[in-house]
């Protein structure tokens, strides 16, 4: 079965500090991954995604997640972050069986 | 106007009650789904849809059940709604990857806030 860890519920950071978001998956074959982010009040959206090729993946807004097969790990990454990056954050796999499976989410606080 | 649509946005009922709630969808895709969400648990697939023909159940579909009524439209319903079916209810859509089995990028509404007392 495949699944989504996200160790850290929550994350501070002070406005143009770098960012690191934490993602590890479980599935025994090849995944296919993705990062979302919800705004307060609203819904998901798709910040990037991997499927195959290059491992290093550039998102919308800045991000970037690189993927680390030997590590089982898609961390998301910004340089530097704007106020309006406050959110949830949420990476999931998906690997097959019209399945996805979204980790339970990082709430990310900027601090000015 | 959004891409898609839920409706109501927020709903109180009491136990008991049937509710239903429903998305519409301008993306023109095939692909539809109705996700719960809880506080520290992430997202949870309830019904999923691939036409107006083809229903199928998630993880957590007991309790609801779905109507697709058109392309563009499906709805999830709770016949008797009990309080631990408190949650955000998203409806979502997607297009084919090309890849079987693979969901690609979900578009999601912003979403249904229902509170059962």
């Known amino acids: 079965a495949q699944s989504v860890t996200q160790p850290d519920i929550h994350i501070t950071v002070s406005e143009g500090a770098s960012l690191e978001l934490r993602c590890n998956y479980s599935?025994?074959?090849?995944?296919?991954l993705f990062w979302y982010v919800q705004s307060p009040g609203q819904g998901l959206q798709l910040l990037l995604k991997?499927?195959?090729?290059?491992?290093l993946v550039q998102g919308i807004k800045g991000f970037e997640a690189e993927f680390k097969r030997s590590q089982s790990s898609f961390n998301l990454r910004k340089p530097s972050v704007h106020w309006s990056d406050a959110a949830e954050y949420f990476c999931?796999?998906?690997?097959?069986?019209?399945?996805?499976?979204f980790g339970t989410g990082t709430q990310l606080k900027v601090e000015l | 106007d959004a891409d898609v649509t839920q409706t109501p946005r927020n709903r109180i009922t009491k136990t008991g009650k049937r509710i239903m709630l429903e998305c519409s969808q301008t993306?023109?895709?095939?692909?539809m789904y109705w996700y719960r969400q809880d506080p520290g648990l992430g997202l949870r697939l309830i019904y999923y849809?691939?036409?107006?023909?083809?229903?199928n159940k998630g993880e957590i579909s007991d309790g609801y059940s779905v109507s697709r009524q058109a392309q563009a439209k499906f709805s999830l319903s709770l016949e008797s709604a009990i309080p631990n079916q408190t949650a955000l209810y998203f409806c979502?859509?997607?297009?084919?990857?090309?890849?079987?089995?693979?969901?690609?990028?979900?578009?999601f509404g912003e979403g249904s806030r229902l509170t059962v007392l």
């Open positions: 849809s691939f036409d107006v023909k083809d229903i």
């Open positions: 999931a796999v998906t690997g097959g069986g019209n399945k996805l499976t």
């Open positions: 599935y025994g074959a090849t995944p296919y």
């Open positions: 991997y499927f195959s090729g290059d491992t």
């Open positions: 979502a859509t997607s297009d084919y990857t090309g890849l079987a089995g693979i969901v690609g990028e979900l578009f």
């Open positions: 993306k023109g895709h095939d692909r």
